[in-house]
């Protein structure tokens, strides 16, 4: 039995492919020269990979990127015994140069992961990498949306929504008193009541900053929000105080990832903040797709990535409140002053 947890595969796994943070890569090799396993998975790892040393740089196709995309997500699902099966058998194959793509259209979950590290590994295909984790992310926010569909059935159709008030700090992420501190304890109710069974779907796939923190259940009941902005990377919408007595799903926008405004705010906070908002604050996409644009959950469930921060007739900025301008300062007890203005945050 492996005696390497989940996260640590994933990090030889990253490290393999060049996709660790500075940090993490020196975790990996720390890793890999303390543990005897790790070493053994990271080389066994790299041979798997030594095919695509001999493969040329070259435009990718639309077609074929949304061929590895479904590919990719084909493989994701498969359970890891097989994985591993699939990987010794590869290994086993002889070295093969002019027919490496033919082979590619023949294999199975592994060569869809080895399309997807061709495309981390060679900027052409830069595009089906980041449709990867574009689809990977609407999976998890379809997920959270049958939670609060679960949640609205047991609540008489009321959502899991901090109805946002003046001078309440929502941007206190990971506060354990009982006030509604926190705009995330909104999402923190499917955790604590069992509707989303999986906390990791509330880390976006595509954050740079690593992988999900694993929550430890046994502690999950005895707090009252995330314990800490990691572990959540969605932001929720603030509802306004007058739609408190119910709030129309349709087509508004329900969450998305995160917003890029408060991008920067510690782990764990309890003073006021004060943030100046500038041009850049009104334009700049969230960072979990590294700038490229942000899935949208709606109301009705539909997950749409879009590449730009407006929705609606009225291209509402689902980032900011109509009000806020560059210069103004945000003090992170703003609300909504109709239930018109979509609000996501923090």
């Known amino acids: 039995m492996s005696s390497l947890n989940n996260a640590q595969k994933q990090l030889l796994f990253d490290y393999c492919i060049g996709l660790t943070t500075e940090n993490e890569t020196a975790e990996a090799e720390a890793l890999i020269s303390s543990s005897r396993e790790a070493s053994e998975t990271y ?29 990719i997500s084909s493989a994701a699902d498969s359970s890891e015994i097989r994985l591993q099966q ?5 290994q086993k194959r002889p070295a093969v140069k002019i027919r490496f793509w033919h082979n590619i259209g023949e294999m199975a979950a592994v060569a869809a992961i080895i399309i997807f590290l061709a495309g981390i590994l060679f ?15 609407q999976m998890q926010l379809g997920n959270i949306f049958q939670g609060v569909t679960r949640y609205s059935a047991d609540y008489e159709g009321k959502l899991p929504a901090v109805i946002g008030r003046p001078d309440t700090p929502w941007y206190r992420v990971g506060y354990q008193g009982r006030e509604d501190y926190s705009n995330t304890r909104s999402l923190w109710r499917l955790v604590k009541g069992g509707y ?4 990791a779907d509330f880390v976006c796939p595509g954050r740079s900053q690593g992988r999900a923190s694993q929550l430890d259940a046994a502690k999950v009941q ?16 603030i509802i306004c105080t007058k739609a408190a007595n119910g709030f129309s799903l349709m087509r508004e926008p ?33 960072t979990n797709h590294r700038g490229h644009g942000q899935n949208v959950l709606f109301g009705d469930g539909k997950v749409q990535f879009i ?6 007739v009225t291209e509402d900025d689902i980032f900011t409140l109509r009000e806020m301008q560059p210069g103004c300062e945000v003090n992170g007890d703003e609300v909504p002053s109709c239930d018109t203005d979509a609000f996501l945050a923090p």
């Open 43 to 71: 080389h066994k790892l790299r041979a798997t990979l030594a095919p695509l040393d001999s493969v040329e740089a070259q435009d990718c196709p639309d077609k074929l990127a949304e061929r590895t995309i479904a590919r």
């Open 86 to 90: 699939l990987i010794a058998a590869e």
């Open 123 to 137: 900027p052409p295909l830069s595009l089906a990498r980041q449709k990867y984790w574009q689809q990977r992310c």
């Open 196 to 199: 989303v069974k999986n906390p």
């Open 222 to 237: 005895s707090y009252n929000d995330f314990p800490a902005r990691r572990y959540v990377t969605y932001s929720p919408r």
């Open 254 to 286: 329900l969450m998305a990832d995160l917003n890029p405004i408060f991008e920067n705010l510690p782990q764990e906070i309890t003073y006021e903040i004060k943030l100046r908002l500038n041009d850049k604050s009104f334009s700049i996409n969230s």
């Open 307 to 312: 590449k730009t921060r407006q929705v609606g």
